[in-house]
């Protein structure tokens, strides 16, 4: 059964922090892809990695990195957390490039900066 | 020319009946137009997908409609039920990157 596991589910974090949020996937895809989700304005793409070490900016980088050493984790980072960072965040990943393989989304990680 | 834009931002429908949700997009080099269903605490998942090779895909209860002249594409949902209550995002793309609408909350009354 495919899986994309977000190890944290929710967090709590304060103004300036630097906060990792870590993505795993079992299925062996190439793709892993990072997302946040907000009321009103539904999925937006913050990064996405087509290989191991390799990364590509999505339509929000501003504010986030991203890390992947090895093919199967994928790690969001905010290097300083500000309040607009508040929000669901969704780690995905899809077997190669092509646009019509399935993406595969994990359970999603609330993250609330106060 | 990369928006999806999707409504309505939400739908009560009573159960049984049919629930209808529309996409419109700019960019005609778009070539996969997915839907993706998600229950409340959990993420997205696939529900059905077209190409614009085809003007209707049916998988079930759930219908997707194309109208490439239009750029619009709908879901339909017949026979609703409560277990459909879910909000549902459209998406578009081509290559290798999927935009995604703003999403439609979707509550089915018993």
């Known amino acids: 059964d495919v899986k994309v596991t977000q190890s944290s589910r929710y967090l709590v974090k304060r103004t300036g922090e630097k906060v990792f949020l870590e993505c795993v996937q079992d299925m062996d895809h190439e793709n892993m892809f990072w997302y946040r989700q907000d009321p009103g304005l539904g999925l937006r793409l913050i990064y996405f990695?087509?290989?191991?070490?390799?990364?590509e900016k999505g339509d929000i980088p501003e504010g986030y990195s991203v890390s992947r050493e090895k093919k199967e984790r994928f790690s969001l980072i905010l290097e300083s957390a500000s309040t607009n960072q508040t929000s669901m965040y969704l780690c995905a990943s899809r077997a190669g490039t092509t646009i019509g393989n399935t993406i595969y989304f994990g359970e999603g990680s609330w993250l609330t900066v106060v | 020319q990369q928006q999806v834009k999707q409504s309505p931002q939400s739908l009560i429908v009573q159960k049984g009946g049919i629930s209808i949700i529309n996409c419109a997009y700019e960019n005609t080099a778009f070539d996969y137009f997915p839907w993706y269903q998600q229950f409340p605490g959990k993420g997205p998942a696939l529900l059905i997908a077209i190409r614009p090779d085809v003007s209707e895909k049916k998988e079930g209860r759930f219908t997707i409609s194309f109208n490439k002249s239009a750029k619009q594409f709908s879901l339909h949902i017949m026979d609703s039920q409560p277990g459909d209550s879910a909000t549902y995002f459209c998406?578009?793309?081509?290559?290798?990157?999927?935009?995604f609408g703003t999403g439609t909350l979707l509550a089915v009354q018993p």
């Open positions: 998406a578009a793309g081509a290559t290798n990157k999927l935009i």
């Open positions: 990695s087509y290989d191991v070490k390799m990364k």
